[in-house]
């Protein structure tokens, strides 16, 4: 079965980081680049960034700059995003989502959601 | 960063009647290889965000084709030719033209 499984809820404090993973079955994991997008309680959502199918290049939004890292490992077929000196306003449900390497946008396969919760 | 606005940003429906959503983008979205990324997703309360379109007018798979997208440039559309109770929920453009990747503010879909 074709899906992404995301970890379960993670509750941090304030200055500490988080990695998030993404577990992908049914395909292979770089035959398609990854985006991460996050949603505030109530709120839109937020492009975080996105990690290429073919080469690993990364971009990120200019919002999360020097806090933010996507990576890949093959070999657990398993993607990570690491969010760094959290906030309490970095407080949010944290997505993954398999993008087409050719048709940008083209984000067919969600993971179900990470809550990730930043309370001191 | 390219600036993504829907309007409206509440839309009451009746069941069955049509219904349209739109969007515009603070620069073209026309890319150097001459696509247009601009894509339209689905969120239902509590749930990750469904694709419904992509490339302006591409159905995602499985999407029922009373949903259409439309447009160029900077202003798309997306129509829903007879509103099922089942549409409820928050729609949001985003465009993938260019990095960073952004969305609209979401439209809330109710049903009158």
């Known amino acids: 079965q074709v899906q992404l499984v995301q970890s379960e809820i993670e509750v941090k404090k304030p200055g500490a980081s988080v990695k998030v993973s993404c577990k992908a079955s049914g395909y292979i994991l770089n035959n398609y680049a990854m985006t991460w997008v996050r949603q505030a309680p109530g709120q839109g959502l937020e492009w975080m960034g996105w990690i290429s199918a073919y080469n690993g290049h990364t971009n990120y939004a200019q919002n999360f700059q020097g806090r933010v890292t996507v990576t890949t490992d093959t070999s657990t077929s398993t993607a990570y995003m690491e969010l760094r000196s959290l906030r309490s306003d970095d407080t949010a449900v944290y997505y993954c989502?398999?993008?087409?390497?050719?048709?940008?946008?083209?984000?067919?396969?969600w993971g179900q959601g990470t809550p990730v919760i930043v309370s001191s | 960063d390219i600036v993504m606005t829907q309007t409206p940003l509440s839309s009451p429906v009746t069941l069955g009647q049509p219904t349209s959503i739109s969007c515009r983008s603070s620069q073209s979205l026309v890319h150097r290889d001459g696509k247009t990324y601009l894509s339209w997703l689905h969120q239902r309360p509590g749930q990750p965000p469904r694709l419904l379109i992509y490339k302006i007018s591409s159905r995602s798979s499985g999407v029922p084709d009373r949903f259409s997208g439309s447009g160029s440039g900077t202003d798309f559309t997306l129509k829903i030719s007879r509103v099922e109770a089942e549409d409820v929920g928050v729609y949001y453009c985003m465009q993938a033209t260019e990095f960073p990747q952004t969305f609209g503010q979401g439209t809330k879909l109710e049903i009158k």
């Open positions: 989502a398999r993008e087409s390497p050719y048709d940008y946008g083209r984000v067919t396969l």
